[in-house]
């Protein structure tokens, strides 16, 4: 059973705009809230993180939404470009060196 | 600067051969995990390594051993390989204290078993 539920599974939308990938997560250990982008071939990297003591964090077009009370986060990414196309996962981690645990991805596409 | 190493990347076995995925990491982190890559499963955690001969069992660690004699090595072995485990898998690395933080990852092995 994963610990993370995320949605959508996929994801279209036109050039400029705004997708949105949510995820929800159970255990209330966990304190650090990544999202990672991998293109075809290549390893997650990370792309943005949150910890529960901020409900948003901006770094450029990706911005993070945290609800702790709903135990939910949002990857939102402004003016969308054929570039972002790609695999996202959300993730969630706990603890002192404790594992991190993944949804199960969400393939953007953005057509030009 | 070369972070996080896998070899091979691509390998092709048959049911019941036995195999070692390597990783290797060069940036002195205390925590290195194993994952594989299924479609629609996302990211699923095989088994994780907190510092040098300690290791633990994540979600999916069942066909699979690890072991950790130095902090920069973290191989991966399948005993008898089955066709379930025909997959992509990605070897990770981080600090392991408080506040631990970013997953560096690999490039990934990808996997057939016939």
């Known amino acids: 059973q994963q610990q993370v539920k995320q949605s959508p599974q996929s994801l279209i939308v036109q050039k400029g705009g705004i997708p949105i990938i949510n995820c929800a997560y159970e255990?209330?250990?966990?304190?650090?809230f990544p999202w990672y982008q991998q293109f075809p071939g290549k390893g997650p990297a990370l792309l943005i993180a949150?910890?529960?003591?901020?409900s948003e964090k901006k770094e450029g077009r990706f911005t993070i939404s945290f609800n702790k009370s709903a135990k939910q986060f949002s990857l939102h990414i402004m003016d969308s470009q054929p570039g972002d196309s790609a695999t996202y996962f959300c993730?969630?981690?706990?603890?002192?060196?404790?594992?991190?645990?993944f949804g199960a991805g969400t393939r953007l596409t953005v057509k030009p | 600067n070369a972070g996080v190493t896998q070899t091979p990347k691509f390998q092709v076995l048959k049911t019941g051969q036995s195999m070692t995925l390597q990783c290797a990491q060069d940036?002195?982190?205390?925590?290195m995990s194993w994952y594989r890559q299924d479609p629609g499963m996302g990211l699923r955690l095989i088994h994780y390594s907190v510092g040098a001969g300690i290791t633990d069992q994540g979600e999916v660690p069942n066909g699979y051993n690890v072991s950790r004699s130095t902090t920069e090595d973290f191989p991966l072995r399948l005993l008898s390989a089955a066709p379930s485990q025909t997959s992509v898998y990605f070897c990770?690395?981080?600090?392991?204290?408080?506040?631990?933080?970013?997953?560096?990852f690999g490039e990934g092995s990808r996997l057939t078993v016939l």
């Open positions: 940036m002195n982190h205390e925590y």
């Open positions: 993730a969630a981690r706990g603890d002192i060196g404790a594992d991190m645990r």
């Open positions: 949150i910890r529960p003591d901020v």
């Open positions: 990770a690395s981080s600090y392991a204290s408080a506040g631990a933080g970013e997953l560096f």
């Open positions: 255990n209330t250990a966990f304190d650090y």
